[in-house]
């Protein structure tokens, strides 16, 4: 018996699948910014090429909007409105942790506070169409017919890699953001020293 089955994938084929849309997410990610920027930039978190936020944030639609997958003016209305709450929860966690948040819409009309806007919105309910209108579909039918052997390497290197990755950069982030706190207090004070003087 298996002990974990998704959408008829195990979980080796599960992680494949999750760290293809990762990636997919990852290299739209570097478009959009290299569009707006002018320049590339790596999108990711660490330095593996994967914005895993894309990966989980198309595993829980799958479950959200199995209901609704064949009916495309809901899924499309459902898309908009989950994926800019899930944006809105991401911004969020990323201020409690990094005191950050690593995109910005300040540039673009009917924004909020820059982290949410209309127009990403909008193209989150064109995105959920894509997928579940049309890609997702293929996308496991193509993770089942590699050869599995192959699909067991990837399914285990590949969050291996990314955990210890993460891991790293994480830690890191999280000891320089110490270190910057350290230094403005120090500076808070030497301010408050020469008030006195």
Known sequence: ???????GMDIFQFFVWFFIYSFLGWGMECIVIRRQKGYWENRGFAKLPFCVIYGFGVFIACYLF???QHNYAALYVWGCIGATVF?????MAMMKLFGEVWWNYDHLKFNYKGILCLE??????LLALIIFGYFNIRLESFVMHINHRYVMIMGTALPIMYV???TYHFI??????RSSMAEFQEDADKVKEIKKC
């Not at 944006?87 to 911004?91: K, Q, T, W």
């Not at 990403?120 to 309910?125: D, I, K, N, R």
């Not at 890191?172 to 953001?177: A, C, W």
């Open 87 to 91: 944006e809105y929860i991401v911004a």
């Open 164 to 166: 210890t990755d993460f």
């Open 66 to 68: 199995a209901p609704i």
């Open 172 to 177: 890191t982030r999280l000891r320089d953001n």
């Open 120 to 125: 990403s919105t909008l193209a989150w309910g």
């Open 1 to 7: 018996m298996k002990i974990f089955m998704f959408h």
